[in-house]
Structure formats: structure tokens, C-alpha cells
């Protein structure tokens, strides 16, 4: 059974994989038997991640790139491809979001949000299902989505239409690259620990720099939660590696929210009393 979960002798690519979730992946996929390839606008990232990588003897391609830029994203995927001779499982994961009312935000942030988060999901996967055709071995790909793809997210608008655009079209690809046995999967984290929602947004990953939280703070939080507490990148990782395996083999089109059940609860919350309420106590310390 463990065999079944395995991924000996697959190639991976993982966009924005130097932080947070991103590298998790990568990680994760090294540790069940990929070579992966690191694609991060950040070096110091990428040749990090690489690093663990290869920690677990497995092969790494550190690569420096801004999905934002079509041509290099396409130039770096096929340089993977070509470095381990096969691609076998994509991991779109970049992305970013900054909080702004909708009627405050320019066209020029609206359509950074939908490059980074949308249209290099599109490029990255066209250009990597051309190497699994090629290859002829099936594939898998995992869109790294957000709940924020099926649910309100005020002062996110643009960023949620771009996850919302993510889900619709992993249904599209499920269906229209089955026929060359490529799966095609969302994960869907909500609250999760990572770099960039600690400050640490650019240069190397330092959690000694990353926000200091209040105890009534922390507790708010995780009483939105209802397993109680916030998500670890790595926990992505893992729901990555499932669904780019075997033991997931006739799963494709798919939103796998990796949540702690806040998607489930659906504004439930439980209160310092330990019991449950429907939209009281939103708010952070109530």
C-alpha cells in the first residue's frame, strides 16, 4: 500500500516553490521520490529548497524566474523537462494578494493579481501537459486554489475571481486532458502558516523576522478554525504528494480543501465557552 504513494522516478515542477506552501511541496514530492525543479523569483529561495532537495537524493533544478513573465516560465519548463528527460507532475503554486477595496483598486493592481495568479496557472500548465503528452505516461497536475475560490472574500475580489477562475478551469482540464491520462486537481488552504502572510514577502526565508501574534489574537484565530489551530505549509505538501500519486489515481477535477474545516463550519465559530455559534464572534477577540 505505502508503494502506492511513492513517486519514484517522476519529474516535478513547482512554481513559486523557494516559500510557504510552494516549498512545502517541493519537499514533500522530493521525500516521496521526485526530481524537482524550484521555480521562484527569489534565488536564495529556490537554491534553499534545492538543497533539501537533494537532502533526500534526490535531483533539484533551482531556477530564478517571474511566473509574470510567459516566455521565461515556458523557457523554464522546458529546461526541466529536458534536464530530467520527462515531466510528470506540475505544481501551480505562485500566486499573491494584497487586501483593497475593490472600488480603491487600479487596473494596474487588478491585472498584476490576475497575471501572477491566473494567467501563469495557464502558461505553466500548457506548456507542461505538451511534455506529458509527450511523454505519453499520463501526469498529474495540482492548481494550489483557496477557499477563497468558492466563497465571499471582501477587500480580496480580484485575487478570489482569480481562484474562482483556478477552480473552473481545473474542471476543464480534468475533462479535456483525461484522454492523456493527465489528472488535474485544486487543493484549497484557508489559514495557513507561511513567509508571506508573516511579513517575510521577499529575500530569504527568516522566521525570526516573521509578526509576533498576542495570545488573544492566536486564540481568535484558531477558534475560527474548527480543528483549532492554523495550518502547516507542509500539510499542503502532503495533499499534493496524495493527489499526484497512485493512491489517487481516479481522482482528477477535484477541490480538496486543506482547511482544518473552516470551508465546512461556514461561519460557524466556537466561542471562549467552548460551544458553537452561527456568525457571532467574527470579529478578532470576541
Known sequence: MTDRIRLDGQAAF????????????????????ADVAIYDIFPERAEEVAD???????????????????????????????????????????????????????????????????????IATQAAARHMIAGNRGGSI??????????????????????A?????????????SEHGIRVNCIA??????PGNQ??????????????HSPETIDAMNRLIPLGREGIDMECGDAAVFLSSAMA?????????VDGGTWGASGWVRGRDGKWTLNEGLAFGA
Open 249 to 257: 489515481s481516479y481522482i482528477t477535477g477535484v477541490l480538496l480543501p
Open 165 to 177: 477562475g483556478m477552480l473552473s478551469f481545473t474542471k476543464s482540464m480534468a475533462v479535456e486532458l
Open 52 to 122: 533539501r532537495v537533494n537532502a533526500t537524493g534526490r535531483k533539484a533544478l533551482a531556477i530564478q524566474g517571474d511566473v509574470m513573465d510567459s516566455d521565461a516560465l515556458r523557457a523554464a519548463i522546458d529546461t526541466a523537462a529536458a534536464e530530467y528527460g520527462r515531466l510528470d507532475i506540475l505544481a501551480n503554486n505562485a500566486g499573491g494578494v494584497s487586501a483593497r477595496p475593490f472600488l480603491e483598486q487600479s487596473e494596474r493592481s487588478m491585472r498584476k493579481h490576475i497575471d501572477m495568479n491566473l494567467m501563469s496557472m495557464l
Open 199 to 212: 511579513g517575510n514577502r521577499a529575500g530569504p526565508v527568516d522566521p525570526a523576522t516573521w509578526k509576533k
Open 142 to 163: 495540482v492548481n494550489v486554489a483557496s477557499i477563497e475560490a468558492s466563497r465571499a472574500a471582501p477587500n480580496f475580489a480580484v485575487y478570489s475571481a482569480c481562484k
Open 189 to 194: 488552504p484557508d489559514h495557513t502558516v507561511t
Open 14 to 33: 513547482v512554481t513559486g516553490g523557494g516559500g510557504g506552501i510552494g516549498r512545502a511541496i517541493a519537499i514533500r514530492l522530493a521525500e516521496a521520490g
